[in-house]
């Protein structure tokens, strides 16, 4: 079943593609749902994969008046934000873009956390005249469904571990922090900061367990993950991916915890298959949905 905001047949989609697998996921995706995809793939981020498609065109985020002119003449239905993209220097930012906003609004702007910095780029494009949608109205199928997707289901205690992670999320919403963290029981082991996923993970396990030496009970450990309360779901959504689950069973976690509808699934078929043969658990709870 096709969503509300689903586009007629062969309105046309810009895909400004960063790095990763994602990109490409979204862009077959979009297909499913009747776009009619290009991607604009960024210099130095997006993959051999991304710039080798079809009518592909490669432009600069560090050079925006470049991209908008080249926007304009593909003239599309909307615009997705896909892959990922480290943020360079403030100062080369502010340069970039001054263009196009004032000096010292940028930066406050690029001063700021990566949310309102994507929030602004959104608005940016807004601006000049594009229909920026996210990855639910292009490509819902993507985003993690209310259910599990193991063979393996958390029991009674981990489910309250992780209604109390969600709870814990909520909360952090409003602050400019990470989308995710690690449960223990009633504990909270860690909360992801500007690191990212894969590091928090590591940082929450005895040292010696990574070279698979002493006994350190950690199969209780759950990754607990949703985008959050305030989230522009127009871009930057969490994601998780295969790499995520062999860094949790390397970790020796029991589990994903994620928010039904507001967490990527990069590669879902690959992801069940190893948490299905290391024995954890993916599940995606409504309660951790914010959309």
């Given at each position: 079943?096709?969503?509300?905001?689903?586009?007629?047949?062969?309105?046309?989609?810009?895909?400004?593609?960063?790095?990763?697998?994602?990109?490409?996921?979204?862009?077959?995706?979009?297909?499913?749902?009747?776009?009619?995809?290009?991607?604009?793939?960024?210099?130095?981020?997006?993959?051999?994969?991304?710039?080798?498609?079809?009518?592909?065109?490669?432009?600069?985020?560090?050079?925006?008046?470049?991209?908008?002119?080249?926007?304009?003449?593909?003239?599309?239905?909307?615009?997705?934000?896909?892959?990922?993209?480290?943020?360079?220097?403030?100062?080369?930012?502010?340069?970039?873009?001054?263009?196009?906003?004032?000096?010292?609004?940028?930066?406050?702007?690029?001063?700021?956390?990566?949310?309102?910095?994507?929030?602004?780029?959104?608005?940016?494009?807004?601006?000049?005249?594009?229909?920026?949608?996210?990855?639910?109205?292009?490509?819902?199928?993507?985003?993690?469904?209310?259910?599990?997707?193991?063979?393996?289901?958390?029991?009674?205690?981990?489910?309250?571990?992780?209604?109390?992670?969600?709870?814990?999320?909520?909360?952090?919403?409003?602050?400019?922090?990470?989308?995710?963290i690690v449960c223990?029981?009633?504990?909270?082991?860690?909360?992801?900061?500007?690191?990212?996923?894969?590091?928090?993970?590591?940082?929450?396990?005895?040292?010696?367990r990574w070279f698979?030496?002493?006994?350190?009970?950690?199969?209780?450990?759950?990754?607990?993950?949703?985008?959050?309360?305030?989230?522009?779901?127009?871009?930057?959504?969490?994601?998780?991916?295969?790499?995520?689950?062999?860094?949790?069973?390397?970790?020796?976690?029991?589990?994903?915890?994620?928010g039904a509808g507001?967490?990527?699934?990069?590669?879902?078929?690959?992801?069940?298959?190893?948490?299905?043969?290391?024995?954890?658990?993916?599940?995606?709870?409504?309660?951790?949905?914010?959309?």
């Amino acid at each position: 079943m096709m969503p509300d905001n689903a586009p007629s047949v062969g309105r046309r989609l810009a895909i400004i593609a960063g790095g990763g697998d994602f990109p490409l996921e979204v862009y077959q995706a979009s297909l499913r749902q009747g776009y009619l995809p290009c991607f604009f793939a960024l210099w130095g981020f997006a993959s051999q994969q991304v710039r080798a498609q079809q009518g592909t065109q490669q432009v600069d985020m560090l050079n925006p008046v470049d991209l908008l002119g080249r926007l304009r003449v593909f003239a599309p239905d909307a615009v997705v934000l896909a892959g990922h993209v480290s943020r360079p220097d403030p100062i080369v930012l502010v340069s970039a873009f001054s263009a196009l906003r004032n000096r010292d609004e940028l930066r406050q702007v690029f001063g700021e956390g990566d949310d309102h910095v994507l929030t602004r780029v959104i608005r940016l494009l807004e601006e000049h005249g594009f229909a920026v949608l996210g990855i639910d109205a292009v490509a819902p199928d993507l985003l993690c469904p209310q259910a599990v997707l193991t063979r393996k289901s958390p029991d009674k205690l981990e489910i309250q571990a992780i209604e109390n992670g969600f709870a814990l999320l909520d909360a952090m919403s409003p602050f400019d922090c990470g989308q995710a963290i690690v449960c223990q029981g009633q504990r909270v082991l860690a909360v992801e900061g500007h690191e990212g996923t894969d590091r928090m993970i590591k940082r929450t396990v005895p040292p010696l367990r990574w070279f698979r030496f002493g006994a350190a009970e950690t199969s209780s450990r759950i990754l607990i993950k949703t985008a959050k309360l305030t989230q522009d779901r127009r871009a930057d959504l969490p994601a998780v991916g295969p790499r995520t689950i062999r860094n949790c069973i390397k970790a020796g976690f029991s589990g994903l915890a994620l928010g039904a509808g507001s967490v990527v699934m990069i590669d879902r078929a690959e992801m069940v298959r190893e948490a299905d043969r290391a024995g954890l658990f993916i599940a995606g709870f409504a309660g951790g949905t914010h959309g």
